[in-house]
Nanobody
Framework: QVQLVESGGGLVQAGGSLRLSCAAS????????MAWYRQAPGKQRELVAG???????NYTDSVKGRFTISGDNAKNTVYLQMNSLKPEDTAVYYC?????????WGQGTQVTVSS
């Protein structure tokens, strides 16, 4: 059974940092099909950070220079280091993996940034 489990969310003051983790189980292959999305209240879910097929990383403009996605293939885990957090980063953050033609999602982890 395939599963994605996020952790690491919480409440932080503006300017602070958080590190999210996403542990994948039941999948075969590289983690480079994994990505982080977020959904703020009343807004659509958006891609925050992910890996490209070339093995590089890409980020939505609003988090460039502040967030870093990384991964550990041996642990089947992807991380999202979030620095210089802003109130507008407040959202539920979801781990995503595209696998064998479909998308899989974790349950989400809440990140709240207070001003």
């Amino acid at each position: 059974q395939v599963q994605l489990v996020e952790s690491g969310g919480g409440l932080v003051q503006a300017g602070g940092s958080l590190r999210l983790s996403c542990a994948a189980s039941g999948f075969i292959g590289s983690i480079n099909t994994m990505a982080w999305y977020r959904q703020a209240p009343g807004k659509q879910r958006e891609l925050v950070a992910g890996f490209t097929s070339a093995g590089t990383t890409n980020y939505t403009d609003s988090v460039k220079g502040r967030f870093t996605i990384s991964g550990d293939n041996a642990k089947n885990t992807v991380y999202l280091q979030m620095n210089s957090l802003k109130p507008e980063d407040t959202a539920v953050y979801y781990c995503n993996r595209h696998y064998r033609g479909r998308d899989y999602w974790g349950q989400g982890t809440q990140v709240t940034v207070s001003s």
